[in-house]
């Protein structure tokens, strides 16, 4: 391969790092069968290696902090930090790492990888929108930003706290919506 070549792939691939302060990871699940509770958590940090001329080869790297959990209410949010549910205490951090990536006929992006939550591991696959056009922010700094959606279900990550409801069916949902509204900064 000419040097050329090793000068124009290498030019085609940039590093990323999460902006925390920009970026946000939110769920909704079921509250009693009868209304969705949202909350998010805020300590997201990572990384993402984007090839332009080959998606395939790009990388994305996630970290959340559970302890950043806020549903707007300090009791649940207590109740969720608790071995009943995130256990923070042994399990400080989600991850999420792709090992792959696709762009689809219809042009949207899937980022497919495992997912570790309360120290279990499963594949799961996000649709991705973006990035969108990279901007310069009034520092000089280069960004992109990324929505990426998901569902999972709670009970495959050994979050099995319930209650059955006196009137049937029972106090959580298991299927959890997940979005992760992403904004990167160039290294």
Same mark, same amino acid.
């Given at each position: 391969m000419s040097s050329a070549a090793n000068?124009?792939?290498a030019a085609a691939v940039s590093n990323w790092n999460i902006d925390p302060v920009h970026s946000i990871a939110e769920f909704r699940v079921k509250h009693m069968m009868i209304s969705s509770v949202r909350g998010q958590f805020t300590g997201v940090t990572g990384t993402l290696t984007f090839n332009e001329s080959d998606l395939s080869q790009s990388r994305v790297e996630a970290?959340?902090?559970?302890?950043t959990i806020n549903t707007h209410d300090v009791q649940r949010d207590g109740h969720l930090k608790s071995p009943d549910f995130f256990d923070v205490e042994k399990f400080p951090t989600m991850t999420f790492r792709s090992s792959r990536i696709t762009?689809?006929?219809?042009g949207s992006v899937s980022v497919s990888g495992p997912l &570790?939550?309360?120290g279990v591991s499963k594949d799961v696959e996000f649709? @991705?929108?973006?990035?969108t056009p990279?901007?310069?922010?009034p520092w000089g700094n280069t960004r992109v930003g990324v929505t990426a959606k998901t569902r999972v279900n709670r009970t495959d990550f050994?979050? &099995?706290?319930?209650?059955?409801?006196e009137t049937g069916g029972v106090? @959580?949902?298991?299927d959890v919506a997940i979005t992760l509204e992403l904004e990167f900064v160039k290294a």
């Open positions: 000068v124009s792939s970290v959340i902090d559970v302890s762009r689809k006929a219809d &570790t939550v309360h649709e @991705v929108e973006g990035p990279p901007a310069k922010d050994g979050l &099995t706290f319930n209650a059955t409801l106090l @959580v949902g298991e």
